[in-house]
């Protein structure tokens, strides 16, 4: 036994020193590769003050793709370039068939927003299939996470930044920087890797998303699955408690990142306190452990609906969404349909009549098959006269519908976020959202004390809140408008989204 004890910690004492030297060497070639690079972007190594020029590194995978992730990406990146000319941008991205010109030149073009080449580097990794859903059928969440650590062993085994900021949430990756960098990470999350629900739900053995029934059909597969998740959650809290600081992009986000931060599990505590797990539990010691995260929104640009006029607004309540089951259009037909039951005033075809708008995109078959249903239940409550579906406007023309809207409408229940409410209010549009989610916690919410739109539950809720809204006094109309648009325009702003990064302090993890 004692034999086996000290060749354990004799073989885990040259595995940690062979790191160590490695890590070592892999910092001297980076040091080096930094004079080769100021001469690349045409710069020069020292500022203006005489000091050292700093890198922050983004690990962005798919830093090409063009989605909301990306804007973030783009947009914090701006902002640096802006404000910090001594700070030149790593990013880290697979897009291997992607140039740098290219990828500026697409950022341009999809986000407007310009990029300035001189203080901006990409570093091009290869191995980015290791992180693809496709290449871990089974035992998808720890193969893309092994999978992530070994995509950051390349980036940092190519260049070694002063803070490296994980932008997609690969949070496995933050023990491979600490080991080989020995430098500062922080993150940007969108999204949980997984949560404390999935874990609670696998643990009373409830079949959700990710069930097989070939699992939970068997109880030692199905023990086998909550040792899985349970040790994986144990892990990821591990990975963010690395972090020294943790950005997010919503309240919902921000609940789950908090609770597994705060995530405890006394019994998994006690096994890593024996060999070999206690080799884990020493790799994955002494971290900064922040205690909650922050939340940044994204930005929207509402540039040109924030200035559409406040007054002379048509009585249509237009909903803005694709033709997807989850954003529910049938809640929407039923609460105007209890709407003009309880004032027929409002089926007339004058000036007291309202419509309903449902604008919204259909990508396929499933989708075009919901529009009819959707028709056929207008019929059915005899309704199909005030209601118009207009399916796949373009943008000028959905901008044109929010011009003239008096009320936005939305009835999915537990949206993350909700960008088609953040339009409506900044239309001047009041939002009428169900009661959950985004439009509930971070967009519909009080301004200066005061409401900015209503939530409702039900059909019949729904229609009080639009009943609401349409009589309101035009004075109070009119406030409640500015007041959404000023919210609106106010708290998802570049300049909010950079407020929020100053105040993560990712500075200060700078080097002097
Ligand atoms: C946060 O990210 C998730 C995942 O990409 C997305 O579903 C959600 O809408 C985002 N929230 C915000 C506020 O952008
Ligand atoms: C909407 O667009 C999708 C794909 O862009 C297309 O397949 C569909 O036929 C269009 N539907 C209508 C009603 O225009
Ligand atoms: C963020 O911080 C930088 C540097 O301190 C400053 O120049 C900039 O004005 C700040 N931006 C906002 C929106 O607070
Ligand atoms: C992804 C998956 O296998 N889902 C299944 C979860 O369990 C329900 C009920 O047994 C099935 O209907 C789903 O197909």
């Known amino acids: 036994m004692g034999v086996v004890l000290s060749l354990l910690c004799l073989s885990l004492g040259s595995a940690f020193l062979t790191v160590l030297i490695y890590a070592r060497n892999l910092r001297f070639k980076s040091v080096d590769l930094r004079e080769s690079l100021f001469r690349e972007l045409g710069t020069t190594a020292s500022t203006s003050s005489g000091t050292k020029k700093k890198f922050v590194g983004f690990f962005h995978p798919y830093c090409n793709a063009g989605g909301g992730g990306e804007r973030v990406l783009w947009a914090a990146i701006a902002s640096i370039q802006r404000d910090e000319p001594d700070v030149i941008s790593v990013v880290y991205t697979g897009d291997v068939d992607a140039t740098k010109q290219t990828i500026i030149d697409k950022v341009q073009a999809r986000f407007a927003i310009a990029l300035q080449p001189s203080s901006l580097h990409f570093v091009f990794l290869h191995s980015r299939s290791l992180v693809e859903d496709s290449a871990w059928p089974r035992f998808t969440l720890l193969g893309q996470s092994l999978g992530s650590m070994y995509l950051v062993w390349e980036a940092m085994s190519k260049f070694i930044p002063d803070l490296f900021i994980d932008t997609m949430g690969y949070a496995f990756t933050f023990h491979v920087v600490s080991w080989l960098g020995s430098i500062p990470v922080g993150a940007y999350v969108h999204y949980p890797t997984i949560s404390t629900n999935m874990l609670a739900r696998v643990q009373s053995r409830q079949q959700g998303v990710t069930n097989s029934s070939a699992i939970s059909s068997s109880v030692v597969l199905s023990q086998g699955k909550l040792w899985y998740y349970r040790l994986f959650m144990y892990y990821y809290a591990l990975s963010l408690r690395r972090a020294s600081f943790i950005m997010v992009n919503s309240s919902w986000t921000k609940n789950h990142i908090d609770a597994i931060l705060q995530h405890s599990d006394t019994l998994l505590d006690l096994l890593h306190q024996i060999p070999p797990f206690v080799a884990i539990r020493l790799i994955t010691a002494g971290s900064p452990s922040p205690k909650s995260a922050r939340v940044v929104h994204p930005s929207c640009d509402t540039r040109e609906m924030s200035r559409f006029a406040l007054e002379g607004r048509e009585r249509v309540i237009l909903s803005v969404a694709q033709f997807r089951p989850e954003k529910d259009h049938a809640a929407q037909l039923h609460a105007f349909s209890h709407l003009v039951k309880a004032h027929p005033e409002y089926a007339d075809t004058g000036t007291q009549g309202a419509r309903l708008v449902l604008l919204g995109g259909s990508r396929n078959e499933g989708d075009a098959a919901r529009v009819d249903s959707l028709k056929r239940l207008a019929k059915e409550l005899h309704i199909e006269d005030h209601v118009q579906f207009v399916v796949n406007a373009s943008y000028p023309e959905m901008l044109n519908w929010l011009s003239r809207a008096s009320i936005g409408l939305s009835t999915m229940v537990d949206e993350h976020f909700g960008i088609n409410v953040v339009e409506f209010m900044a239309a001047g549009v009041i939002p009428v959202t169900h009661a959950s989610g985004g439009p509930l916690n971070d967009i519909v919410v ?44 106010e708290q998802f702003s570049e300049e909010e989204f950079v407020k929020g990064w100053n105040a993560s302090g990712w500075r200060k993890w700078l080097p002097n």
């Open 446 to 489: 009080p301004f200066k004390g005061e409401p900015t739109g209503y939530h409702a539950t039900s059909p019949s809720t729904f229609a009080d809140a639009l009943h609401t809204v349409l009589t309101l006094s035009p004075s109070e109309e009119r406030r409640m408008r500015e007041r959404a648009r000023t919210w609106a325009v």
